[in-house]
C-alpha cells in the first residue's frame, strides 16, 4: 500500500531565509537543541549536504517503536527549494515499510512571508498495513514552527543591537 501526508505552516519569514536552515545541514544541528523531545541527536554520517549525505538520527528514550535510523539525501533543490530524505536503515523500514520519504518544499508567498510544505510518502506491506498508523506529520508541524521562531530570533538579536547604536548616534 503506497500513502502519503501533508502538512502547511504559513511562516513570517521569507522563503530564502528558511532555507537557508532547511537547505542546509544547519537544521540538523538546530533541532535537537530547539526539540530535544523530539529528536536528541543528529550525526553527519557521510556527505557535505547535498545529494547522498547521509545522517544518523536518534530520538529520545521512549519514543514509541523508534529509536533512530538513517536517511540519505535524494534531492536538494536549491534553486526551486526542496529536499527529499529517505529512510535507508533502521525506523520505519523495521515496521513493514518499503519506502519512507521526507520532502521538504519552501514555498516564496510574498516578499516577506513562505510556505512550508512538509510530505512525507510511504509504501508498506500489505501484512504490515496496520503500522500506517505510526506516519504523522505532527513532528515536521513542530519542526516547521520551531525552525520559523529560531529565525525569527536570530533576526531580532541582529536588529537589536542595530537599533541601540542608532539611537545612541542621535
Given at each position: 500500500?503506497e500513502?502519503?501526508?501533508?502538512?502547511?505552516?504559513?511562516?513570517?519569514?521569507?522563503?530564502?531565509?528558511?532555507?537557508?536552515?532547511?537547505?542546509s545541514?544547519?537544521?540538523?544541528?538546530?533541532?535537537?537543541?530547539?526539540?530535544?523531545?523530539?529528536?536528541?541527536?543528529?550525526?553527519?554520517?557521510?556527505?557535505?549536504?547535498?545529494?547522498?549525505?547521509?545522517?544518523?538520527l536518534t530520538?529520545?528514550?521512549?519514543?514509541?517503536?523508534?529509536?533512530?535510523?538513517?536517511?540519505?539525501?535524494?534531492?536538494?533543490?536549491n534553486?526551486?527549494?526542496?529536499?527529499?530524505?529517505?529512510?535507508?536503515?533502521?525506523?520505519?523500514?523495521?515496521?513493514?515499510?518499503?519506502k519512507y520519504?521526507?520532502?521538504f518544499?519552501?514555498?516564496?508567498k510574498?516578499?516577506?512571508?513562505?510556505?512550508?510544505?512538509?510530505?512525507?510518502?510511504?509504501?508498506?506491506?500489505?501484512?504490515?498495513?496496520?503500522?500506517?498508523?505510526?506516519?504523522s506529520?505532527?513532528?515536521?508541524?513542530?519542526?516547521a514552527?520551531?525552525?520559523?521562531?529560531?529565525?525569527?530570533?536570530?533576526?531580532?538579536?541582529?536588529?537589536?543591537?542595530?537599533?541601540?547604536?542608532d539611537?545612541?548616534?542621535?
Amino acid at each position: 500500500m503506497e500513502g502519503s501526508l501533508c502538512h502547511e505552516f504559513e511562516a513570517d519569514v521569507t522563503a530564502a531565509e528558511v532555507w537557508e536552515v532547511y537547505g542546509s545541514l544547519l537544521i540538523g544541528q538546530l533541532l535537537p537543541q530547539l526539540l530535544p523531545d523530539l529528536l536528541s541527536k543528529v550525526e553527519l554520517v557521510d556527505g557535505d549536504g547535498g545529494v547522498g549525505t547521509v545522517l544518523l538520527l536518534t530520538f529520545p528514550p521512549g519514543t514509541t517503536g523508534l529509536e533512530s535510523y538513517k536517511e540519505k539525501f535524494v534531492k536538494v533543490d536549491n534553486e526551486n527549494y526542496v529536499k527529499e530524505a529517505i529512510a535507508v536503515e533502521g525506523g520505519y523500514l523495521n515496521y513493514g515499510f518499503n519506502k519512507y520519504l521526507v520532502r521538504f518544499e519552501i514555498i516564496e508567498k510574498t516578499d516577506e512571508t513562505s510556505v512550508i510544505r512538509s510530505t512525507i510518502e510511504y509504501e508498506v506491506d500489505q501484512e504490515h498495513i496496520s503500522n500506517t498508523s505510526l506516519v504523522s506529520t505532527s513532528a515536521l508541524a513542530a519542526i516547521a514552527e520551531a525552525i520559523t521562531r529560531h529565525i525569527k530570533e536570530q533576526k531580532s538579536a541582529e536588529q537589536a543591537p542595530k537599533q541601540t547604536s542608532d539611537k545612541q548616534a542621535e
